[in-house]
Every structure is written in C-alpha cells, then in structure tokens.
C-alpha cells in the first residue's frame, strides 16, 4: 500500500504494510537513521519523533496513522546543528554514549515549543519516558533550562 | 603506598623499549602514505600529519560515551605538542593490528583502563613523533636536533646566518616518517603538562546532537538483508526443530538460518544454539520469528529460579565456605598483610563482644545498552567485514575469523560508536551470528536483537549473597571479621573483589566464599563486584560501627590509619559534607567509600523519606581520589555517570528467573532509573593525590552510592535494608 509521509517538510512515498511501525519506515524505507530503536513498546523514548507539534514513540505508532501528518526527526531539527536546544546539548556537554539522544533532543524540542521556560517538575514529566543508561539526565535538565535561555536571546 | 599500574613486567617493556627496540607501533613500517606532495604522512601507527597541520591521531579504543575518543588524542597531543584544534580523532584498523602483532597491544575497553593503563604506549607515540619531527628539521636546516624546538605544531631553530627559521610539523612529516631515533624520549610527567588536566569538550558530542553518530544499527551495506534471531530462551539449553514452513509466506520473508552451537556448553562469546529468520525488513523478520513454531530443549537450566538460587544460597551461607587468599586469582591484595585467616572463628566464638550479621543480597542485573546488540556482517570469498557491539574490536575480528574459518587477513572488524556499553560489549555473540547468517544466506546481513532477546540472552551481572561476624575489643573495633558471600559458579570473583581486599584493617579476618548453579551467562558490568560486594561492606561497616560505639565516618578514618588515599577521601568527607547521622525523622546522611579501579570513591547522600515510605535523595556527594586526573570535566562526566548507573539498579533493577528464563525482558518490567528518579543535586569533588598514581574514572563512583543512600535511609528511618531494589523496600 502507498503512503505518504511528510518528514522534514518533504513528501516521501512508500509502499509498506500500513501497520509496519513508523519508526522502521523512517529508518528503513527513507532512510533516515537518526532516529533510533530501544525497546519496541514505547517504555524507553530513543524513537521519539514529533508529529503535528507533539512527541511520540514512533516504535508503536503504525505507519498509516503518521500519513498526512507533519513529522519531524532529528534530521529536521536544525541544517547546522545549531538548535538552542543543540547548541545547550553541546555546551553542557549532555550526550555521553549518545544513543538516546536524538529521542531526547525531540523530547525537549517539543516540551519548549509548547512551554518556553520549563521548571524542573515540567522537564521531569514531559522527559520522563526517554531512557539513558549512561545517566546523563542531570546534564540534560539543565541544558533544557539553559535551551530556554538560548530560545529568548 | 605503591600505586603503579603496570604490571612489572609491562614496565620492563616499556623502559627497555626505549634504547632504540620497538615501542608499540612506533616503529613500525609506515604505510606508504609518506610519500608524495600533500600526502599526508603516517608519522607512526598513532598518527598521521597532513600537509595543513592536521593531526588524525587513531584511538584503538571504542567510544561509548566513556570519553576515550577524546582522552585517547588528548594523551598524544600533550606529548606532540599540536594545538587541539588541530586534532583529529579518527578509529584503529582491527585488522592491521591483528595482523601486524598487536599493534596497539590491545584495543580492549575496559576496566576503567584507558588512560590509566594505557596513557604510557599513547604517551610515547607523541613523544616519539615530535622527536622525529625534530630531527627531520634539523637535518633540513643542517644544524643540530637540540637547537630545533617543537611547539604547538611548529618547529622552530635560531639560524646563525637565517636567523629564526619555522617550519610546521607537516611540512617535516613526510621526512619525520623515515627518521629513526637513536634513543626514544622519555614521557613527560605530571607537572610539565600543557594540555592535560584541563576540561576539553568530548570531540564527540556535536555528532550526537543532530544524529550523525553512527552506531551499527545503523549501518548499510547495498544489497543488505535484515534478521531476526532467537537462542534457547534457557541458556545452555539447544535448538530441537522449528517449522519454517509456518512462516515461509509471511512478507518479506527469505530464508531460516540455524544456528549451530559447537560446544556443549558454550563460552559466553560462543555462538549459541538458535535460529533466525531473513527477511527484506527486520520488521519482517521479527514478526515472522514471533509466531514461527520453535521447540527446544532446555536443559538443566530449566529447573533453577531466583527462589532455588535464594534456597540453595541461604543453605550454603549457614556453612563455612572455601577460604579466599590472595594467590586465589583478583582478589586480596590486602588479605595477606598480617592478617590471621585461621584464628578469626575461633576469636569470634570465644568472644563476649559478637556482632552477627544477617544476610545481604543483590540479584541479577542485566545491561540494556540503549542500542539493543546489533552487528551487520558482509562475508564474500575474499574478504568479510563485520560492524558490531563490541568493546574490543580485536577479539571480535578474531572471533568472526573462527566463525568462519578466514585467515584475519580478510577480515576487517570496522568501528562505529557504541549506543553504551557498560561490559555488555565484551560475552556477545552477534557478530557470529551475523557472519554466520550472511555466510549461509550469501548476502550482507543486520542482525537487531529485540529488547527481550537482548535481556533474555545476556551476559547478566550475577546475584551475590553475604553476610558476616565478628568480635569487636575492647575500643569497640573489631578484632576478628570472618565474611562469607556466595556467588555464582561462572564467575566467583564477582563475589569477592572489593571484600576479600577491602582496605579496613582487622587483626584476625577471613573470607569465605560458596557458590550456587548458574547456567546463566555472566559478564563485566561497569563494576560489577565492586558493586554488589560494596553494597553489603559498606552497610556491614555501619552496623559494626554502630555496635561498637563509633561514629561511621570516624570508623573508617581509624580502621584506614596509614592509607594516603582513603585518609584523603575519608577526612574531605569529614570536612566538606555537613557530615552528621541525626538529621531528624524522615531526613538522614549515609556515606559509603569504595575503592575500585585504582580510585577511591566516597560518597555521601542525603535522603528524605516520605510519610508513606517513598524514598528521595536528595543529594549524591562524591569525593574522587583517582591519583591524576586528565580531563576534569570528562571525569565528572563519568561519577555523574556510573553513580546513576548503579543507583538505577540499586533503586528499581533486579532479575527475576523462572523455569530458567528471565521474565523481565523489557523496559516496561525492568526497571531503570529516570529524569524524575535522578537526584537533583550531584557534587563531584576530585580530592586527587598528585604526582602519585594512575585510577580510572570510568566507575568507581557507582559501589559507594547505594551503601551510602541504604545507610542515609538508616539514619532516617531506623530501618537497615539488606536487599535491591530499594524502592521495594518497605518503609
């Protein structure tokens, strides 16, 4: 069956199952890698992608529901790497193995879209689905916070 | 206090090296690159310098988020003396290092080991490299080499008749290559560092922000095929028949591949006995794996639970073990330092002072790296080439070799990023699985194991047991201390480090140890002993404490006497934390110091109990004494680090095995900690004996951080809990 996706403003066309998840049509069919597999089941966020301005796990989302929406990766986030919220990512050093972080770039990017200036409890529970074994959510919630400093300058 | 990391025998290398002998990869015939106008040259196997100044220095090491990829060119870019921004890091060819004697001498990642055992081969490629460059100018210039200075990628003579002549290190590297030195220099020590010690960004990051790090999961070969494989959900236990043509028609679906186990009981790196499923998408495969009929035998695991593992180690506990000493392997080195092993039952009974400990228990932790274990094999008749999860790409390219019965000449093991690592990287069989797929299939193959195959099958860090007792004199300290932890039978001394040499000095002391059936695989896991035994010693200590009448702080300081290390620990501890164990109800301070890979860690955590028992810390605060530390900020980087790692099993992990499988094999019953969970205030205090000694950072803050929140959890409540995960506990 023929869908579309629109990822990153672009249409891409693919003939899949309609119920194959959205994340193996990213990574697989397009060919967009950024985004990434942790568990399958939605419980570790390392897919997360950005539908129509919201985070979700593309891990169990099935392909057809994502058609004609916006989707968003980590590809789209910026073309120079240069997001506030990658650019806090660097300055306070957040990734270490760095496998989880293009979900939780997502994460972050779409909590400050909707809330600019999160406190503590907000990133808690808006990050709170996204794993990081390497433990690197200190450095995380305070390069959100300082995200939100860079989005305001 | 000796704190030399080289082994005697390594040193003795090293030092003899020197006089002109081969230096790892020193001296070793340059690639042919040297040659030629703005080629860039390989000055030795460390590094290549191109015409611009540019630097490519290789890291034989994986990155996985440990920071080697940075700590790696920072080691030789000191010695080099280039400016950082002219560094580049780029990876180690496994194959010319297999094939070429070990080139780097290992490219294992490990152990906490990258800068503190390795830094003198790295160290030494720089060195060896400015004073070839030295050499090369001076024989341009026609004057002498100690009239040519090398600095910040510059070299630099004062002519008699030209005046000050320059040169960049590229316009000399060509000429450096083919300069052989008659003496090697010697390394720089600390104090003469330009570069190291100071906090350098990790030259990986920017990759990991925009998703451009490649890890193999990620990796795409033209015409590559996708696969889903399952071993015996029992360990040890074997293929019997599948129905491959219940599934033969479901989308996508190419072929069933066997896969054959060699040995009766495979070692952890052996490919184990399964089958897996191609298909043109792993989606495909997977679904089709799911529901394709699969009968196995199970084997003796099938009859061992977490219920008769606990049986079978209370049973053992109640009895003496087998003796531990110091020549008994990785453990003890203080054992033996005129301690009496033979008197301290009998101290014990005769004593009108026992303390007798109850029983401590830390179960099965697994690793869950974020990226599932994942390899992608190309195996052709000339040549294979393998990206896979693995900490040594080395041992991984041997092991795809014997796969496949191929000379490594043919075999190149090529290195992307590790989405973590944490030991997981090291008992791991999925680069045999996909060389053995793509073999059988004649086609590049990925093989992504799911969550659940990746829990079901790894080499899991095994339950440890222990418990205690003692005598304790007249000043309240022990006299006689006789330990007895049970393990597990594939990997003893995961029960034994960190408390058969524990530092706390008793005159009588004893260590015991039994161990229980395991048919599950073990592996290393980011401090695996030190963590369970640290645990239990670090309680144990409190409770012997408090029986005697002491202060637990004050304790430790008295039964270190004479330790530089702990005592600098110890009293930083004293003097900087607000150090008290009567916070008033609900609040409480526990401390926990463990040394492990050359550094002692102490930590200090302040917890706050909840009215219905649910438990916060508050603050985690770490005192660091790793010897030197090369990148502070790297350092800190990794306490946050591994403190969190073990606090996550500490707080919420815990294997459980039924009928001989694992039952939570996922992260919806695993558990594992999270933003809401981690401690809002982490401090890092590096309390560093200079000009000492070499520790590793990589883990040695995750043994003291759950003694130190079980004993804070103590104090607030009156409450000791003696097993993980804590937030079980009730409160």
């Keep these: 069956m023929s869908i579309t996706l629109n990822i990153n403003g672009q249409d891409h066309s693919i003939d899949v199952d309609p119920q194959m998840p959205l994340l193996w049509a990213i990574r697989e069919t397009v060919g967009l890698t950024g985004t990434k597999f942790g568990c399958g089941i939605a419980q570790c966020g390392n897919c997360t992608v950005i539908v129509d301005g919201n985070a979700v796990r593309s891990c169990n989302t099935p392909v057809a529901a994502a058609a004609g929406k916006t989707i968003r990766t980590i590809e789209g986030v910026s073309e120079n790497n240069d997001h506030p919220v990658q650019q806090a990512w660097q300055e306070l050093s957040a990734p270490q193995c760095g496998y989880c972080q293009s979900g939780q770039i997502m994460s972050a990017v779409a909590l400050l879209e909707k809330s600019?200036?999160?406190?503590?409890?907000?990133?808690?529970?808006?990050?709170?689905?996204?794993?990081?074994?390497c433990g690197t959510y200190p450095r995380i919630r305070a390069a959100i916070h300082r995200a939100a400093e860079l989005s305001k300058t | 206090m000796k704190h030399m990391n080289l082994t005697r025998r390594r040193f003795m290398k090293i030092t003899t090296s020197a006089a002109g002998g081969l230096m790892v990869g020193i001296h070793f015939p340059s690639i042919a690159r040297a040659s030629g106008e703005g080629a860039a040259a390989e000055i030795n196997a460390w590094l290549t310098i191109d015409p611009d100044n540019i630097v490519s220095i290789v890291t034989p090491q994986t990155e996985m988020g440990q920071g080697a990829f940075t700590a790696v060119p920072m080691m030789v870019a000191e010695e080099l003396d280039i400016p950082w921004e002219n560094v580049r890091h780029v990876y180690a060819s496994a194959n010319r290092h297999v094939n070429n004697d070990n080139l780097y001498t290992t490219t294992s990642t490990g152990g906490s080991t990258t800068v503190s055992r390795r830094h003198p081969y790295m160290m030494q490629a720089g060195a060896s490299a400015r004073e070839r460059l030295r050499v090369a100018a001076a024989n341009r210039w026609q004057v002498p080499v100690d009239k040519v200075t090398a600095k910040q990628g510059w070299l630099t003579t004062e002519h008699a008749e030209q005046g000050t002549i320059q040169g960049t290190y590229g316009e000399f590297a060509a000429e450096a290559a083919a300069v052989t030195l008659d003496e090697e220099p010697t390394i720089k020590a600390y104090g003469d560092w330009w570069l190291l010690g100071r906090d350098i960004p990790r030259l990986d990051v920017p990759l990991k922000t925009n998703g451009t790090a490649t890890y193999p999961i990620d990796v795409v070969v033209p015409g590559m095929v996708h696969a889903?494989?399952?071993?015996?959900?029992?360990?040890?236990?074997?293929?019997?028949?599948?129905?491959?043509?219940?599934?033969k028609d479901m989308p996508g679906v190419i072929a069933a591949v066997e896969l054959e186990q060699?040995?009766?009981?495979?070692?952890?790196?052996?490919?184990?006995?399964?089958?897996?499923?191609?298909?043109?998408?792993?989606?495909?495969?997977?679904?089709?794996?799911?529901?394709?009929?699969?009968?196995?035998?199970?084997?003796?695991?099938?009859?061992?639970?977490?219920?008769?593992?606990?049986?079978?180690?209370?049973?053992?506990?109640?009895?003496?073990?087998?003796?531990?000493?110091?020549?008994?392997?990785?453990?003890?080195r203080r054992l033996d330092r005129g301690v009496n092993h033979d008197a301290a039952h009998g101290i014990i009974e005769a004593s009108a002072n026992q303390v007798i400990g109850e029983v401590y228990y830390r179960p099965f932790e697994t690793h869950a790296t974020m990226m599932p274990p994942c390899a992608v094999a190309d195996v052709k008749d000339d040549r294979v080439d393998v990206w896979t999860f693995t900490q040594d790409i080395a041992r991984s390219l041997n092991e795809v070799a014997d796969q496949l019965g191929r000379d490594t000449e043919n075999v190149f093991l090529n290195q992307t990023y590790l989405g973590g690592g944490f030991g997981g990287g090291y008992n791991m069989d999925v680069h045999r699985q996909a060389a053995a797929i793509?073999?059988?299939?004649?086609?590049?193959?990925?093989?992504?194991?799911?969550?659940?195959?990746?829990?079901?099958?790894?080499?899991?860090?095994?339950?440890?047991?222990?418990?205690?007792?003692?005598?304790?004199?007249?000043?309240?300290?022990?006299?006689?201390?006789?330990?007895?932890?049970?393990?597990?039978?594939?990997?003893?001394?995961?029960?034994?480090?960190?408390?058969?040499?524990?530092?706390?000095?008793?005159?009588?002391?004893?260590?015991?140890?039994?161990?229980?059936?395991?048919?599950?695989?073990?592996?290393?896991?980011?401090?695996?002993?030190?963590?369970s035994t640290g645990f239990i010693v670090e309680q144990m200590v409190d409770e012997l404490a408090q029986a005697g009448g002491w202060d637990p702080l004050d304790w430790r300081i008295k039964m270190t006497e004479g330790n530089e290390p702990w005592q600098r620990v110890l009293l930083a501890m004293k003097e900087k934390s607000g150090w008290t164990t009567d916070l008033g109800r609900g609040e409480g301070m526990g401390i926990g110091v463990v040394e492990s890979h050359g550094t002692v860690a102490g930590c200090v955590a302040t917890v706050a109990i909840s009215r219905r028992g649910q438990i916060f810390i508050d603050k985690l605060d770490f005192y660091l004494n790793s010897g030197y530390v090369i990148n502070p900020l790297g350092a800190r980087e990794q306490a946050e680090s591994s403190a969190i790692w073990e606090l996550s099993h500490a707080m919420f992990g815990g294997l459980v095995i039924r009928d001989g499988r694992i039952v939570n094999t996922n992260f919806d019953s695993y558990q594992v900690m999270k933003m809401p969970d981690t401690p809002p205030e982490i401090e890092v205090h590096m309390e560093m004996s200079e000009d000492q000694w070499w520790g590793g950072l990589g883990e040695p803050t995750g043994p003291p951080t759950p003694p130190a929140v079980a004993n804070a959890i103590y104090y607030a409540t009156g409450k000791r809990i003696r097993s993980t995960p804590l937030a079980k506990a009730e409160l």
């Excluded at chain 2, 040890?236 to 129905?243: H, N």
């Design chain 2, 262 to 332: 060699v040995k009766e009981v495979p070692a952890f790196t052996d490919l184990r006995s399964g089958v897996a499923i191609v298909a043109d998408s792993w989606y495909q495969a997977q679904n089709a794996l799911a529901v394709m009929p699969i009968v196995w035998d199970y084997g003796r695991g099938a009859s061992i639970s977490t219920e008769s593992q606990m049986a079978e180690a209370m049973q053992l506990i109640s009895q003496p073990g087998a003796l531990v000493l110091n020549e008994d392997g990785n453990v003890g």
């Design chain 1, 116 to 133: 600019p200036d999160p406190t503590d409890n907000e990133i808690d529970k808006a990050m709170a689905g996204n794993i990081c074994r």
């Design chain 2, 228 to 247: 889903a494989a399952m071993a015996c959900p029992v360990p040890e236990g074997r293929l019997v028949s599948y129905d491959f043509d219940a599934v």
């Design chain 2, 438 to 531: 793509s073999a059988a299939v004649g086609l590049p193959v990925k093989v992504i194991r799911s969550r659940e195959e990746d829990v079901a099958q790894d080499s899991q860090r095994p339950p440890v047991w222990g418990t205690y007792k003692a005598a304790l004199g007249e000043d309240g300290l022990p006299e006689a201390l006789v330990t007895h932890f049970v393990g597990d039978e594939k990997f003893p001394a995961f029960s034994q480090r960190g408390v058969a040499n524990m530092p706390y000095l008793v005159p009588s002391r004893r260590h015991e140890y039994s161990a229980v059936q395991n048919h599950i695989p073990i592996g290393y896991h980011r401090a695996p002993g030190a963590n």
